[in-house]
Structures are given as C-alpha cells and as structure tokens.
T-cell receptor, first 112, second 114 residues
Framework: GQSLEQPSEVTAVEGAIVQINCTYQ??????LSWYQQHDGGAPTFLSY????GLEETGRFSSFLSRSDSYGYLLLQELQMKDSASYFC?????????????FGGGTRLMVKP | GAGVSQTPSNKVTEKGKYVELRCDPI?????LYWYRQSLGQGPEFLIY????????DSGLPNDRFFAVRPEGSVSTLKIQRTERGDSAVYLC????????????FGPGTRLTVL
C-alpha cells in the first residue's frame, strides 16, 4: 500500500516563506509531485522531483530526500492568491502509466 | 490551447440511477486518468487509459463503475445503481504520453446522489 502524510492546515502572512512537508510510505516509488488546487478548481501541476535535491521554479521550490521518504514544498514571497490547497503525490509507474497517489492536502491560508 | 473539459459540471441524481460523466482531454494527449475526490481529501485514482484501452483499472471501487475511451480521445465514466457514497467530485486528467509525469486536470464533475 501507499500512504502520504502532510499537515492539514498552514497559515502565513503575505510576503513570508512557508514550507509544507510530506512524508510517504510506498512501494515502486518513481518521484514526488506537488499540485495546487484552489477551492472549486482543478488541481494544477507545480513541480516534480525524481532525484534527491532541490528544484526551483520561480517563487516555488520543491525538495526530495529518497532515503528519508520525505519532501517539502517551499513557497516564498507569499501572495494572497497562494491561498489554496497543496497536495503532494507519489508517482508510481505500472502498466506503462503514471498513476498518482495523493496525500490529504494542506490548506494554506495567506493573511494580509 | 484548450484544456481538459468535463461535462456536466454538476450532476444530481437519485440513489439507484445510472449516470455518465464525460471527459474531453487535451488534443493529442494519449494518456487519460480518472480520479475521485471527496470533500477535504486528495484525489483518489480510479482508472488509466493508454489510447483506447484501460491499462489499469485497479482503483475502480466495484463493478458498478466502468469507463470507456472508444476512439482514444473522449472518455466516459459510467456508474450504475448509484449510491449515496458515490457522491464526490470526479476529476479527469490527461498527459501527453504515458511516460509524462505532468498531468493536466479538468475542473471535475460534482456528483450528488440523493
């Protein structure tokens, strides 16, 4: 089986930095993805880590440690529009597909 | 270009009825995935298509759920004898190839079973 743990809620102020952690237990791990979902909206892809280390994309960075089964998403210079739910998801490759197993999501509230 | 579209956006039905949910993936995307998302939870994998064939249907909860993709583009998720527990948002995602790690999600169909 597969399981992912991430905090249910995080609150931060505009302009600050926030880190959302994700730990996972899985077999057949290929990589860790992060998705953002605004209320009522579709999940949108943010980043993907297959190897250990930090990936940076603008204000967002994502980190992976395969040996610790741990990753995090770092959001810098927070803006009000960053208020959303953030999901980590393990990518497993089976039957030539890329199925995602999602965590329960972290609801980020950005305050002025 | 156009993203993934899903119809209807909302569907209310009565327990025991049959429903069909449609997904129109991004043009040219060969891989298509269905997920189900309950309130306050992450999406849960249901079924994956590569082209016209269902390559992995291990996430379908029972035999009341079935999906097709007859021409390798549009897909329909079919639920027979709906139950109140089927109420959720059904999300469709597509990716350029089966090896692509980025999935593009549609806005979902909110299914409510009364």
């Amino acid at each position: 089986g597969q399981s992912l743990e991430q905090p249910s809620e995080v609150t931060a102020v505009e302009g600050a930095i926030v880190q959302i952690n994700c730990t996972y237990q899985t077999s057949g791990f290929y990589g860790l993805s992060w998705y953002q979902q605004h209320d009522g909206g579709a999940p949108t892809f943010l980043s993907y880590n297959a190897l250990d280390g930090l990936e940076e994309t603008g204000r967002f960075s994502s980190f992976l440690s395969r040996s610790d089964s741990y990753g995090y998403l770092l959001l810098q210079e927070l803006q009000m529009k960053d208020s959303a739910s953030y999901f980590c998801a393990v990518r497993r490759v089976e039957n030539a597909g890329n199925m995602l197993t999602f965590g329960g999501g972290t609801r980020l509230m950005v305050k002025p | 270009g156009a993203g993934v579209s899903q119809t209807p956006s909302n569907k209310v039905t009565e327990k025991g009825k049959y429903v069909e949910l449609r997904c129109d993936p991004i043009s040219g995307h060969t891989a298509l995935y269905w997920y189900r998302q309950s309130l306050g939870q992450g999406p849960e994998f249901l079924i994956y298509f590569q082209g016209t064939g269902a390559a992995d249907d291990s996430g379908l909860p029972n035999d009341r759920f079935f999906a097709v993709r007859p021409e390798g583009s549009v897909s329909t998720l079919k639920i027979q004898r709906t139950e109140r527990g089927d109420s959720a948002v059904y999300l469709c995602a597509s990716s350029q190839t089966s090896g692509s790690y980025e999935q593009f999600f549609g806005p979902g169909t909110r299914l409510t079973v009364l």
